[in-house]
C-alpha cells in the first residue's frame, strides 16, 4: 500500500513515512485478527496464536492493536457503523439493502465470475488462488475534537448541531438514514434490520436535499445515484471496528490520546473497488459534480476542504474543513481460503 499511497491520497502528514512502523516497508507480514466475545475468550485464542507462532522458524510477532467495541456500540465520532453489506450471489445471505440485485461473487472472491463475466486474476497453483481474496487493511486516527469544534462553531444551536454532523455522515448516530428520516434521528427505524438500509438515492432523494451526494455514505456506496459508470463495480466487503478510548461526551479539548478505527476492506479487484473509491469518490467531488471537494469525515482537507449542502432556497457551503482523521498505516493482504490454508500446512509438514 505504501508504494501507491500517492493514488489514494496519503500524502502529507498521511504519508508512509510518517505511519507507524512496520507499516510501510517491504518485509513480508502475516496479518492474524483473534475475534472474540469476551476478554478470557480473547486471551485464549491469542495463546493459541503465540504457541503456533513459537513453533514456526522465522516467524516473530512485531506488531499488535488491541480493538474493541466501545460501550455505546458506535464509533469514535458517535455513529454507528457496519450497517451496509452487499448482496453477493450464491452465498444464501440476504445483502442488508432488499433493493440491491445480487453482485457477482467474483466481485469477492477469486475463482469465480466477477460482474463482467471474467474471472479475476488470481495467484497460482489454482488450490492456492480459489476461494480466496484481497484485503487492504488500515489503521485510522480520528481527531474527535476537531470535528466537534468545527460542528460547534459553524451551527448555533445543539439541534443544528446534530443535523451538521449527520449531513456530513449521510446518517443519524444511531444508524437511521437521512434518507429516510431527514429531520430526526429515529432509532427504532435504524433498529429495523428490514427498514435501515432499505432505500435508493435516485427514487428517494436524487437532488441530495435529504443526504447530501457528498455525504460519508453517499460517496462510498452510491446506490442507485446518478454517477459515471455503474456503481456495482465498486463495491466492497467491509468491517471496522475501534481502538483507544472514546473522548467524553462534551469534551471539545484534545486529551492526546490515541483513538480511531481499524478497518479491512475485501474484495477480488483492490483497484477498482478500494483504490477507486479512495481516489475518485473520498477524495475527489468530480463524480457528484463538485470537483476538488471531499469526503467531509474520510477525505483529507488539510483546513482548506469545503463541502456543498443542498438547501433551499441557496446551497449551503462548509469552508476550511480541518482533517478529522490521519493514516496511522496500511498493508494489502492476500487472504487465503481454507484449503489453500490447509495445502500451505501440508507444504510446511
Known amino acids: 500500500m505504501a508504494a501507491r499511497a500517492e493514488l489514494i491520497g496519503d500524502v502529507g502528514e498521511n504519508a508512509p513515512d510518517r505511519w507507524e512502523a512496520p507499516f510501510g516497508t517491504d518485509d513480508v507480514h502475516i496479518a492474524l485478527s483473534a475475534l472474540a466475545s469476551d476478554a478470557a475468550q480473547l486471551g485464549k485464542e491469542l495463546e493459541r496464536a503465540r ?39 450464491g452465498v444464501g445471505l440476504p445483502g442488508s439493502n432488499p433493493r440491491e440485485t445480487p453482485i457477482k461473487a467474483g466481485e469477492f472472491i477469486l475463482g469465480y465470475p466477477d460482474e463482467t463475466g471474467s474471472l479475476p486474476p488470481m495467484p497460482s497453483p489454482d488450490v492456492l488462488g480459489r476461494n480466496g481474496t484481497y484485503a487492504a487493511v488500515r489503521k485510522i486516527h480520528t481527531n474527535v475534537a476537531a470535528r466537534r469544534q468545527y460542528l460547534r462553531a459553524n451551527t448555533s444551536s445543539a439541534e443544528e448541531e446534530a443535523l451538521l454532523a449527520a449531513k456530513m455522515v449521510g446518517r443519524w448516530p444511531s444508524g437511521a438514514p437521512l434518507t429516510l428520516t431527514p429531520e430526526h434521528d429515529d432509532p427504532e427505524l435504524a433498529a429495523d434490520p428490514h427498514r435501515v438500509n432499505n432505500f435508493l438515492y435516485r427514487e428517494n432523494d436524487d437532488r441530495g436535499y435529504r443526504c447530501p451526494a457528498g455525504a460519508h455514505i453517499r460517496r462510498t456506496n452510491p446506490r442507485d445515484a446518478t454517477i459515471i459508470g455503474d456503481a456495482r463495480m465498486h463495491r466492497l466487503i467491509r468491517r471496522g471496528t475501534t481502538y483507544g478510548p472514546p473522548l467524553p461526551e462534551g469534551v471539545l479539548d484534545d486529551d492526546g490520546a490515541d483513538r480511531g478505527l481499524i478497518g479491512v476492506f475485501i474484495g477480488a479487484h483492490l483497484e477498482r473497488q478500494f483504490e477507486f473509491i479512495k481516489a475518485e469518490w473520498v477524495n475527489d467531488g468530480n463524480f457528484i459534480g463538485y470537483p476538488g471537494e471531499k469526503d467531509p469525515v474520510a477525505g483529507h482537507h488539510g483546513g482548506t476542504g469545503t463541502v456543498t449542502i443542498p438547501e433551499k432556497p441557496v446551497r449551503r457551503r462548509l469552508q476550511n474543513l480541518p482533517s478529522f482523521v490521519v493514516t496511522r498505516g496500511g498493508e494489502y493482504c492476500f487472504v487465503p481460503g481454507l484449503r489453500a490454508l490447509r495445502w500451505l500446512a501440508e507444504l510446511e509438514d
Open 51 to 89: 504457541v503456533a507462532f513459537e513453533d514456526t522458524p522465522g516467524v516473530q510477532v512485531i506488531w499488535q492493536q488491541d480493538v474493541h467495541q466501545l460501550p455505546t456500540g458506535r464509533t469514535t465520532f458517535g455513529f454507528r457503523d457496519g450497517i451496509s453489506h452487499p448482496n453477493i450471489e
